[in-house]
């Protein structure tokens, strides 16, 4: 079975703290994604990145980084966790296959900033 | 105006009948049409995927992609208290990058 697997279920953090959100995935697949999930707005993309070492912003990038050093790990970094950076994030790898459209999602980690 | 519209729902039916889910979109550019289904507590999960037009079938879900009016359905025959979940509708272009534009997702309860 293929897997994307996030370090955390549920996080709890304070205001101004530093949080790293951590994806792996076994599938060898080059491109990873960061989404965050809010009611009634959707998945939104945070970053994204084609290659070790590369990566670009989504739509909603602010406050966030990222970092990817080996081809199987994408992490999410809160420089500074604000309150209203509470969300459901999720973490997907898909294949560059330009006609796959298939991205396998992590179960996803619900981060509280309290 | 959002690229994709979806009605959040939500949305409840009895068992046995039949559901249909639907987008609407703006950018004429997508080509790739996904329907995703999200479980309580977890990731989404790729449902079904259509290419340009047209109608294509899986079991008891059809999904439908109507480019003229920007609009996509997806239907669900036969509903049963297990397809309860999120269902997001999700589209890509064919440039961009590989950038998928999700749905806020609507969510279906099925009542036994």
């Known amino acids: 079975d293929v897997k994307v697997t996030q370090s955390s279920r549920y996080l709890v953090k304070r205001t101004g703290e530093k949080v790293f959100l951590e994806c792996v995935q076994d599938?060898?697949?080059?491109?990873m994604f960061w989404y965050r999930q809010d009611p009634g707005l959707g998945l939104r993309l945070i970053y994204f990145?084609?290659?070790?070492?590369?990566?670009e912003k989504g739509d909603i990038p602010e406050g966030y980084s990222v970092s990817r050093e080996k081809k199987e790990r994408f992490s999410l970094i809160l420089e500074s966790a604000s309150t209203n950076q509470t969300s459901m994030y999720l973490c997907?790898?898909?294949?560059?296959?330009?006609?796959?459209?298939?991205?396998?999602f992590g179960q996803g980690t619900r981060l509280t900033v309290v | 105006q959002k690229e994709v519209e979806q009605d959040p729902g939500p949305l409840s039916v009895p068992e046995g009948a039949i559901v249909s889910l639907n987008c609407t979109y703006s950018?004429?550019?997508?080509?790739?049409f996904m329907w995703y289904r999200q479980y309580s507590r977890k990731g989404p999960e790729l449902l079904m995927y259509?290419?340009?037009?047209g109608n294509k079938e899986d079991g008891r879900f059809t999904a439908q992609v109507d480019k003229s009016s920007k609009y996509i359905s997806l239907f669900i025959r036969d509903s049963q208290p297990s397809d309860s979940a999120t269902y997001l509708c999700a589209m890509r272009a064919n440039t961009g990058g590989f950038k998928t534009i999700f749905g806020a997702g609507t969510r279906l309860f099925v009542k036994a």
């Open positions: 259509t290419y340009s037009s």
């Open positions: 599938m060898d697949h080059e491109n």
């Open positions: 950018n004429s550019a997508f080509q790739y």
């Open positions: 997907a790898s898909s294949s560059p296959s330009f006609k796959n459209t298939e991205a396998f």
């Open positions: 990145s084609y290659d070790v070492k590369m990566k």
